[in-house]
């Protein structure tokens, strides 16, 4: 999904995952393969990290989007361990040598650490002036770490967090947080960080409308127009299945039976995988 402006709800394709799991695989080729044919069908939204593989995924990702990069939508994550100024702006130097691009369409911090956030939004809107990257926002943040950053700059873009259907204490305070003030929620993990795991209701569902459960929990996700979910996969079929997730427009009465299945249960804190 192209989020050119960020938070454009206009466009419900579920977008590609995290770059994790182009390093469950030897195959790098496979790797790029499922990458390129998922920008085929437009889920152009690549997000990944200079944590992931030690920086070696962002090296595949820049292999899987030569001669496209007018196409893709970047996303990488600075560690909170090089998050202070000056670290934050060497991390991204270094991400986008081995992206190999000039400029970054987002960048986040991967999560809330030691280093002041002040410091980390002022390499951000460094970076952004000296035109190395277009957006900036955060991940794994919660309401009280969403509000320092808002005080800090206007300009947060998202805030990357894991939600699905077996996690959904982030519809307690976070999402209505952020839905009030239009900062998007990008979804890791959206069909479970530890497997998929379905239901009567989502088999019955997906029968019906002849998807796949997977495609089906997707589909719950992504019917805010606030939210938008990075399913990973290495492995083109997987891809091509996520993808045909965002013609599916639930009824009402689907998500009943869907939230019903998966009770949202009691405010826990902010989960993480």
């Known amino acids: 999904m192209d989020l050119r402006p960020f938070g454009d709800p206009s466009r419900r394709v579920p977008v590609i995952g995290q770059g994790t799991w182009i390093m469950e695989q030897d195959d790098r080729a496979s790797a790029i393969a499922a990458l390129r044919r998922g920008i085929e069908l437009g889920m152009t939204h690549l997000d990944t990290a200079e944590m992931y593989g030690s920086g070696k995924v962002e090296e595949i990702v820049g292999e899987a989007i030569r001669g496209l990069r007018d196409r893709v939508f970047v996303v990488s994550k600075v560690l909170p361990s090089n998050a202070s100024f000056q670290g934050t702006i060497q991390a991204c130097e270094r991400s986008l040598k081995r992206l190999k691009i000039d ?103 997906a029968a019906a409308r002849r998807a796949t459960p997977r495609q089906i929990a997707l589909a719950f996700l992504i019917r805010n127009p606030n939210v938008f979910a990075i399913p990973k996969s290495s492995v083109v079929a997987h891809v091509e299945e996520n993808a045909a997730a965002a013609g599916i427009v639930l009824t009402d009465e689907e998500a009943r039976k869907i939230d019903a299945s998966f009770p949202r249960g009691p405010w826990r804190g902010l989960a993480t995988a």
């Open 103 to 205: 400029v970054m369409d987002c960048y986040l911090l991967h999560w809330p650490g030691s280093h002041p956030l002040e410091e980390t939004i002022r390499a951000f809107e460094t970076l952004l002036k000296d035109g190395k990257i277009r957006s900036y926002g955060v991940s794994n943040f919660d309401v009280r770490g969403m509000e320092e950053a808002v005080r800090l700059s206007p300009r947060i873009a998202c805030n990357q967090v894991l939600y699905n259907l077996d996690e959904r204490t982030i519809e307690h305070a976070l999402l209505p947080w952020c839905e009030k003030r239009r900062i998007p929620i990008v979804a890791y993990s959206p069909v479970g960080a530890q497997g998929f795991r379905s239901s009567k209701a989502l088999d019955e569902i």
